[in-house]
C-alpha cells in the first residue's frame, strides 16, 4: 500500500480472533489491513487478546500495542468500536454493559445492516460443548493448536520462498478430517438456531476459525474466520451485503507496518 493511498471505507467492519499476545498472530498482516481501510462501525468479535497464552508465558511486542493504538485511534476519528470478549479474552467480560474512551464492551449485539437485515453478533464459544463442559480439554487442544500453527509457518515461510501463495494447514486440516467437519456442522447450526430464537435475519461469530457465510440453515451465517491461520474478515458494503476479505492472499507477504500514536498502547 502506498503511503499516500486513501483507505477503503465500508460501513462496517467484523473482525475475531486477532490472538494479540500470541506468536502464532500474523500482526504486519493485520496492521497492514487496518491501515487500508476503514468503517463507520467495527465489531471486535471476540479472542481479540490471547489471555490464554498470556498467562502462560508473556509475549506482547511493540507490533501488538500498535494494533490496538490503531484501532483506538479510529475511534477517536469517529468510528464506532464494539467490543464482544470470546473464550480468550473472557478477563474483559466483567466490563460487558460499559463504556471505557473509545470502545464499547458487550457480550452480544443485534446489528442491523444497510438493507434492514438484522444480526445476532457474538464471539460463540458459550456453543462449545468442550469449551463448555470440558474446559481442560479446550486447554490441551489449545497447546495442540499452537503446534499446528508452528507448522503451518514453517510451510509458509519455504512456500514464499518459492513464489507460492499463502497456505493455511489448519483450514486445510478442517475440512478434511470427518470430526472437524461434524463440529463445524454442528457449531454452525447451534448459531443459526440461536439466531432464530432471537427473530434475527442472520448471525454473526468467531471462536472456530473458518471463514465463511451461507444460508445454508434458513438466514444468514456469517463467521469472522481469524488472524493466525486464514487473516480473514468480513465487511459490509453500504448495500448491506457481506463479504469475506482473505487479506494473506491479497497482498504480499511482505507488508508495510504503519506508523501509529502511542497512546492507549498496551505495555
Same mark, same amino acid.
Given at each position: 500500500?502506498? /503511503?499516500? $493511498?486513501? *483507505? ?9 480472533? &486477532?490472538?494479540?499476545? $500470541? ?13 487500508? &481501510?476503514? /468503517? ?10 490471547? =489471555? ?5 508465558? +508473556?509475549? +506482547? ?11 483506538? /485511534?479510529? =475511534? ?5 468500536? #464494539? ?10 467480560? *466483567? ?11 458487550? %457480550? ?6 444497510? %438493507? ?29 493448536? #499452537? ?15 518459492? =513464489?507460492? *501463495?499463502? +497456505? ?16 463445524? =456442522? ?5 448459531? !443459526? ?5 432471537? !427473530? ?10 473458518? /471463514? ?10 456469517? %463467521? ?10 468480513? #465487511? ?12 494473506? %492472499?491479497?497482498? !504480499? *507477504? ?5 506508523? #501509529? ?7
Amino acid at each position: 500500500m502506498r /503511503a499516500e $493511498a486513501l *483507505p477503503t471505507r465500508y460501513r462496517t467492519l467484523f473482525l475475531s480472533d &486477532l490472538h494479540l499476545g $500470541a506468536r502464532g498472530c500474523q500482526v504486519d498482516h493485520l496492521l497492514n489491513f487496518l491501515a487500508s &481501510l476503514d /468503517a463507520e462501525t467495527i465489531y471486535l468479535v471476540g479472542d481479540i487478546i490471547d =489471555g490464554w497464552r498470556l498467562d502462560h508465558r +508473556w509475549y +506482547w511486542p511493540q507490533s501488538h500495542s500498535d494494533v490496538l493504538s490503531l484501532l483506538m /485511534a479510529k =475511534g477517536r476519528t469517529g468510528t464506532r468500536l #464494539v467490543y464482544l470478549p470470546g473464550n480468550h479474552d473472557e478477563f474483559l467480560r *466483567p466490563y460487558c454493559g460499559t463504556r471505557t474512551g473509545e470502545m464499547e464492551f458487550a %457480550n452480544q449485539a443485534i446489528h442491523e445492516a444497510a %438493507n434492514g437485515k438484522r444480526y445476532l453478533v457474538l464471539h460463540g464459544d458459550c456453543f462449545d460443548r468442550i469449551q463448555q463442559d470440558a474446559r481442560w480439554l479446550a486447554f490441551v487442544g489449545d497447546y495442540a493448536y #499452537v503446534a499446528a500453527l508452528a507448522l503451518n509457518t514453517a510451510v509458509n515461510r519455504v512456500g514464499r520462498g518459492l =513464489g507460492l *501463495p499463502y +497456505w493455511s494447514f489448519s483450514n486445510w486440516a478442517k475440512k478434511r478430517v470427518k470430526g472437524a467437519v461434524n463440529f463445524i =456442522g454442528r457449531y454452525e447450526e447451534v448459531l !443459526a438456531r440461536t439466531a432464530r430464537e432471537h !427473530a434475527v435475519d442472520g448471525v454473526v461469530c468467531g471462536h472456530i476459525h473458518s /471463514a465463511t457465510i451461507h444460508e445454508d440453515f434458513g438466514l444468514t451465517y456469517v %463467521n469472522c474466520g481469524d488472524w493466525v491461520e486464514s487473516c480473514t474478515a468480513i #465487511v459490509e458494503h453500504d448495500d448491506g451485503q457481506m463479504e469475506i476479505i482473505e487479506w494473506a %492472499n491479497l497482498r !504480499a *507477504p511482505e507488508v508495510l507496518r504503519p506508523q #501509529v500514536e502511542s497512546e492507549g498502547a498496551v505495555a
